[in-house]
């Protein structure tokens, strides 16, 4: 840092200390105590994810399929569950849910809304049966409400069959 944003204090040498515990050689240093490695802290508890919007609500029923594996990070199941409720969040923006950030203004997009659906398509696919039944009755759900709300935008569209 510069002078003006220390003030008055003198400026400190910089000192770096070695921590590492083997020389470059692969031996252990002498003058490094060696510590045990510390516990793994405790897996944080995931509190469940955010709803959808009201535009995408989940209306979705027991999904069929292989049992989901038990050995289920509840982190990993979080970060899952944000994923495709960002992307559904995206395809109900696309069909006219939500107003445009900048504009102000209801948009439909029908092809980034159908492109939003298609992605759901294909995490379904490529996850399945490696999920819990809430990530997969999340899943089923959002897609099959896209699909409807998909429909009925497409029929009321002009020019649209």
Request: aromatic fraction near 2%.
């Amino acid at each position: 840092m510069s002078e003006e944003k220390q003030g008055n204090r003198p400026a400190e040498p910089v000192r770096v200390v070695d921590r590492r515990a083997f020389t470059s050689e692969g031996e252990r240093r002498s003058d490094v105590p060696h510590e045990e490695p510390a516990a793994p802290p405790p897996a944080p508890v995931a509190a469940p994810g955010p709803p959808p919007p009201a535009a995408v609500a989940v209306a979705a029923g027991p999904a069929a399929g292989p049992a989901p594996k038990a050995d289920h990070d509840p982190v990993s199941s979080a970060h899952f569950q944000n994923l495709v409720v960002n992307l559904a969040r995206q395809a109900a923006a696309n069909l006219g849910a939500a107003r445009h950030p900048l504009t102000g203004q209801i948009e439909v997009d029908l092809e980034g809304a159908q492109q939003m659906i298609e992605l759901l398509q294909s995490l379904r696919q490529k996850t399945q049966g490696n999920l819990t039944a809430d990530e997969t009755d999340l899943l089923e759900g959002l897609i099959g409400d896209l699909q409807m709300q998909y429909v009925a935008v497409r029929s009321k569209s002009p020019g649209r069959p």
